[in-house]
């Protein structure tokens, strides 16, 4: 079944290309089932890329999604047009009424900062409550899902002395868990960060359960039963190029950066990447999306119920 998105939005024609079934609005109507409603708020700078990543892999499960792009209220984005973001994305106030099956918070590269200290910090934190009594499930990434499990749980992120940066190599931790149908017992994430969780902390917190992680850079994936969430730290959902892009564009601005390891055939930036993690990704997404449409009540008024 395909993902609904506006025919005027960027990701519309961008999927349908790479042979992913989307469909508008309209069409959707006329189906006589029920999507499942998936909001995705958006903390990247690059929201049309991000939007992307993450439609690609929430549309090729086989129910029908109904996106629907949020933002926070009072931030503005400098990097996306806004003629773009006034047409596609609602702000966080005009949403907190709505019901969702499902909702992706989004990493944002602000890590070097306190949580306190960002600027739109209690907003997300109303959020965060929010998505107790107006959400099934919730799927934290990257700083998104650190800032969850520090609301939640207190688990402080720790800086690094370098980035980590390239594909790092994970075990599957919990093969029986229904998010980890299908995923081999090890294989590759894309990692891009200067901060970190730390297993054992997040040890001494009741009910957490670690799924993914990799003795080079700690627990990846934690479930979060209490709170109907996901916490991931790493990029299942990067494009084979966005490591790339990073380099570059650190190498271009003079910042002091290594070549992602792992990443580059012989670790030569010469050489086109190869993406390795793939599959995986759209096992995870897919094995999300499967336990929301298992676990959502089919009156969506009854979410948080």
């Known amino acids: 079944m395909p993902i609904t998105l506006p025919e005027t939005l960027p990701a519309y024609d961008v999927l349908r290309n790479e042979g992913v079934m989307v469909m508008s609005p309209e069409r959707a109507a006329r189906q006589d089932i029920r999507p499942l409603r998936i909001g995705l708020l958006n903390l990247m700078p690059k ?21 629907h ?12 047009a806004a003629e773009h973001m006034e047409t596609f994305y609602r702000p966080f106030r005009e949403v907190k009424d ?15 900062l306190p949580f306190t200290e960002v600027t739109y910090w209690d907003e997300l934190c109303e959020v965060f409550d929010w998505t107790q009594t107006h959400v099934q499930s919730t799927f934290g990434v990257c700083w998104g899902g650190m800032a969850m499990i520090n609301h939640f749980h207190g688990v402080q992120k720790h800086i690094l002395p370098k980035k980590a940066f390239g594909c790092f190599r994970h075990r599957n931790l919990a ?22 969780m730390r297993q054992a902390e997040i040890d001494t917190k009741p009910g957490l359960r670690t799924l993914l992680g990799s003795e080079e850079v700690g627990p990846c994936l934690v479930e979060d039963p209490a709170h109907r969430a996901l916490y991931i730290f790493n990029h299942f959902e990067y494009d084979s190029d966005t490591l790339k892009q990073e380099y570059d564009r650190d190498v271009a601005n003079g910042t002091p950066i290594n070549v992602p390891l792992n ?27 499967n336990e929301i449409y298992q676990s959502t009540p089919y009156e969506i008024a009854e979410i948080g119920t």
């Not at 929201?47 to 996106?67: C, H, S, V, W, Y």
């Not at 709505?98 to 070097?112: Q, V």
């Not at 029986?176 to 970190?196: A, K, Q």
Request: no cysteine.
């Open 175 to 196: 093969p029986t868990s229904p998010y980890l149908r299908g995923f081999s017992d090890d294989f590759v994430i894309p990692v891009s960060r200067w901060t970190e």
């Open 47 to 67: 929201k049309i890329q991000t939007e992307n990543q993450f439609a690609r892999l929430i549309g090729a499960t086989p129910l029908q999604i109904d996106l």
């Open 263 to 289: 990443y580059y055939p012989d670790d030569n930036p010469a050489k086109p990447p190869l993406n390795r993690w793939r599959s995986h990704a759209h096992l995870l997404y897919g094995n999300w999306i």
């Open 69 to 80: 792009l949020i933002r926070m209220t009072e931030h503005l984005t400098r990097n996306t």
């Open 98 to 112: 709505e019901k969702f099956d499902g909702l992706i918070i989004t990493g944002a590269p602000i890590e070097h």
